[in-house]
């Protein structure tokens, strides 16, 4: 009877992590996308408050891009920028380009965040934090592809032109 009950035990745990791992959504419907449209400014706010950063005493404004999800993670790549003004003009301080995981809760607050290191734990932290599934849809370990390449610089462009819009909005609001 131990023995079937270890079994048993053994089995489900095993099917849960498989379910996990076919849990991994890199397609991303557009049922997917429709959701995360709606929690899209919670990450946003969170990021900028927890995560960016500010050298020149500006504000940091973050933009993301969904890349995948996996049970209660949503992974994404972020690009956060500070802009400040300096002789009236709009200048850009600090910035974080990055993947990242943010581990909701069921009522759509970020209780967590995971970013890999930067240097030589870097790829050793891509494999701890994110799925294989998420890995391979985005090319993240290795030699990058000459297609992950462009996508790389046409993300950092669409989601750093988001940024500018953002710290134009907000600097011209405060102006008056």
Do not use: H
């Not at 581990?103 to 734990?121: F, Q, T």
């Not at 790829?123 to 990058?144: R, V």
């Not at 669409?158 to 909005?169: D, H, M, P, R, V």
């Amino acid at each position: 009877m131990k023995n079937t009950m270890k079994i048993y035990s053994f089995f489900l745990l095993l099917t849960a992590f498989l379910g996990c791992v076919d849990n991994c959504d890199t397609s991303l419907s557009e049922q997917t996308k429709k959701e995360f449209k709606e929690i899209q400014a919670i990450c946003e706010q969170y990021i900028e408050n927890n995560i960016a950063t500010t050298e020149y005493n500006g504000t940091a404004f973050c933009s993301c891009e969904l890349m995948g999800i996996d049970n209660n993670n949503i992974y994404l790549w972020i690009y956060c920028e500070e802009y400040y003004l300096k002789d009236n003009l709009l200048e850009k301080g600090s910035g974080l380009f990055e993947p990242i995981s943010l581990e909701m809760d069921k009522n759509n607050k970020v209780i967590n965040y995971s970013l890999p290191r930067e240097g030589m734990g870097y790829t050793n932290d891509l494999k701890i934090i994110f799925p294989k599934c998420i890995i391979e849809s985005e090319d993240l370990i290795g030699n990058p592809s000459e297609e992950f390449t462009k996508k790389y610089y046409e993300r950092g462009k669409s989601l750093g032109e988001k940024n500018l819009s953002k710290a134009k909005i907000y600097y011209k609001l405060n102006q008056k």
